[in-house]
């Protein structure tokens, strides 16, 4: 209760500084992926309201139009996010084909593009504003962690496929890119409260004003409130919340050739968590000596400066720090990382589009082990240096473009690495695209991989015999994952109001995890109660597999006030254990990778001041943790009462009381949450 008490209060404060220069300041917000309508779409151009010619920057670190890359990307816009009505950016990854999204309760989601779905997925790389907010501990994305203002993002570019040779390691089955406005585009005041039966309550304020005559800023803030979910026993799930995000954003235009983004943010998350661990006494389950709740708390800087030499000739250099602190019994940790990038893109003579850049990380952590969970070493520091170059070249005027290039990093880890990509696109005529591109990508190990100590299972012991504690070890030989990915993508204007995105894929993997046994041996792990016998798991690279699957994207605009998108996704995981005596990875990926994915949305515009949004989605079983495919349905309908004011109710997962997405394995229990239904109303102010 104190913790909410903190948080009404800071939010009172900000409103009521706000709110003394509100009545000055005029909202002047819009998408930047999006050109300004008019209120008569009807005298708008078709093709400003389909995503055909939007722009993006992710793929090559460049603007290029989305039908001309040369990657199976997918949009999802401001407008998109807000008339989806979701509250957290995880579930607004639904709306892109090829990406899976399954809740695992209140507090944690598994997110993966094209397969090997877990709590941590180690090859998809997320960035926000180009920062990584991949973690390097377990690499993966804690998601609770980012309570982003969903009014405050512009865009979110999905890549399926490698992205490695311009992003790096973990950016193997594709790439994530958070893109937040610009704060020149965001002056004004907008103000949101919303509150439901899961979630509690949700309230939000984002402010900005100009700064001289090219520069501005954006405040913004965002607190929650989240009900704790249900097992499928009835019980709770122990995944309670509440949330706290708040910073500040500066854009400038300094001169003509210089632009320069500057941000800061601090997050602060109170949530319970309940974790099972072996016991030493019948029934050998602790379900609560480390179950408790847990404080995380940290801060995310980034300054960006670009520098145009010429009309073909730009200098980017980004800087980006992130520290963070998690408090609890289980996995306490702090950590600091560091990252600067700098690249040049030129034309050095016709027909070439040459970038190349250097990169370089530093890592710290320092882990405060308990039985439940420990490193060795606890504390480690990395620095990595990489860099990559790009050629992207003309071999015919308008029509067909070849793009070769490769990343190189120095892992402490693991040593020199490469990530090769040759693609080509081709556009026969401004209507049709086709492109194509073979890659090579890793995934480096984590400290998991590498240091990791945690007792998974207990056997209780025979009469006179010590009882065997199963534990797994990190690996300092464990290498990279790798995989060869083949892909093939066609886009199509069909018509005006018709667009057609497909993208096909094969993959193949090798060097992935497998846990393997090793010889027992007397022993005892830090704060454990008694003598064992210490059962060695360890992690190798012996599994091998390949993946081959495709995505197709329908946009039609059917009337000048209804839009509808259809999505769909197929793959299929195959995975070999060889010699390996772990079956229980292949078991896993395999059964966590939902072959079939659908998703219908409709938008429409019933008058000038009232919208309807209807999102109809199919996930396909999933055999690990016996998961049912299901079928649900969003309904959202809002109403602006006035310029400045709208109101609006969302229903969420409408089509049963309650269903399951996902069995965890990593951060227990494993115990599968029943997801409830939902329902919230908003308010939403611009001053």
Not at 315 to 328: A, H, I, M, N, P
Request: hydrophobic share 40%; proline share 5%.
């Amino acid at each position: 209760m104190l913790v909410r008490l903190r948080y009404v209060h800071l939010f009172s404060l900000l409103l009521t500084f706000f709110f003394s220069h509100a009545l000055q300041a005029e909202c002047r917000r819009r998408s930047l992926s999006e050109q300004p309508l008019p209120e008569d779409l009807t005298s708008v151009d078709i093709e400003k309201l389909l995503s055909f010619d939007l722009e993006v920057t992710s793929p090559q670190k460049k603007i290029e139009t989305f039908s001309d890359t040369s990657s199976a990307i997918f949009i999802i816009t401001h407008e998109d996010i807000r008339r989806s009505g979701v509250t957290h950016v995880a579930e607004a990854l639904r709306l892109a084909p090829g990406i899976n999204v399954a809740r695992i309760d209140n507090n944690r989601w598994a997110i993966s593009a094209r397969g090997f779905n877990k709590t941590f997925a180690n090859k998809l790389l997320v960035l926000l504003d180009g920062q990584r907010i991949f973690s390097p501990q377990f690499n993966g994305v804690w998601w609770d962690q980012f309570n982003l203002l969903p009014e405050d993002i512009d865009r979110i570019e999905v890549i399926r496929g490698p992205g490695a040779s311009m992003w790096g390691p973990n950016a193997v089955n594709g790439v994530i890119n958070i893109i937040t406005c610009d704060a020149r585009e965001t002056t004004g005041v907008q103000a949101t409260v919303a509150s439901g039966n899961q979630e509690r309550l949700i309230a939000s304020l984002s402010a900005g004003d100009s700064v001289g005559e090219n520069g501005a800023y954006r405040i913004y803030g965002r607190v929650n409130n989240r009900d704790s979910n249900i097992l499928a026993s009835g019980e709770s799930a122990y995944d309670g919340a509440d949330n706290a995000r708040g910073g500040i954003r500066f854009d400038s235009q300094i001169t003509k050739q210089d632009v320069v983004t500057l941000k800061a943010d601090g997050y602060f998350s109170d949530k319970e968590l309940e974790v099972t661990v072996p016991s030493f006494s019948p029934p050998f389950v602790d379900s609560d000596t480390f179950s408790d709740r847990k404080e995380v708390y940290g801060t995310n800087m980034l300054g960006k400066w670009e520098h145009e030499i010429s009309s073909t000739s730009l200098v980017s250099t980004q800087l980006d720090y992130t520290f963070e602190r998690q408090k609890g019994v289980v996995f306490p940790i702090h950590r600091h990382t560091a990252n600067l990038e700098v690249f040049h893109r030129f034309e050095p003579f016709k027909y070439h589009e040459f970038m190349y850049g250097v990169e370089y990380r530093y890592y710290e952590d320092d882990f405060e082990g308990t039985f439940a969970d420990d490193f060795d070493p606890e504390s480690r520091t990395t620095n990595t240096l990489a860099g990559f170059i790009h050629d992207e070249i003309t071999l015919i005027d308008d029509e067909l473009d070849l793009i070769l290039g490769s990343k190189f990093e120095e892992n402490p880890f693991v040593g020199f690495q490469f990530m090769p990509t040759a693609r080509f696109v081709f556009t026969p005529d401004k209507s049709q695209t086709i492109w194509g591109a073979v890659s090579r990508a890793v995934s480096t190990p984590s400290r998991v991989e590498e240091d990791v100590v945690v007792p998974t299972a207990l056997i209780p012991p025979s009469p006179g015999e010590l009882p065997a504690l199963v534990t797994l070890y990190g690996n300092n030989s464990f290498q990279s994952e790798k995989v060869l990915a083949y892909e093939l993508g066609y886009r199509s204007r069909v018509t005006q109001d018709l667009s057609l995105d497909i993208a096909l894929f094969y993959n193949d993997y090798h060097d992935l995890i497998s846990n393997e046994p090793g010889a027992p041996a007397p022993g005892m792990l830090l704060d454990q109660p008694e003598p064992a016998v210490l059962v060695p798991v360890s992690f190798e690279n012996q599994h091998a597999g390949y993946a081959y699957g495709g995505e197709v994207a329908v946009e039609w605009q059917a009337k000048s006030w209804w839009r509808i998108v259809s999505t769909y996704s197929f793959i299929d995981l195959n995975l070999s254990q060889g010699s390996s005596m772990d079956d229980f990875n292949i078991t896993f990926f395999s059964g966590t990778t939902p072959r079939h994915q659908a998703n219908v949305r409709s938008h429409i515009d019933v008058t000038e001041n009232l919208e309807f949004d209807a999102i109809l989605r199919f996930v396909d079983t999933l055999d690990y943790g016996n998961i049912d495919a299901y079928t649900e349905l969003d309904l959202r309908v809002a109403y602006d009462v006035t310029s400045q004011l709208e109101l609006s109710v969302v229903g969420q997962n409408l089509l049963d009381s309650s269903h399951e997405e996902f069995s965890a394995v990593i951060l227990p229990p494993s115990s599968t949450v029943s997801l409830r239904r939902g329902v919230y109303a908003q308010a939403a102010y611009l001053f």
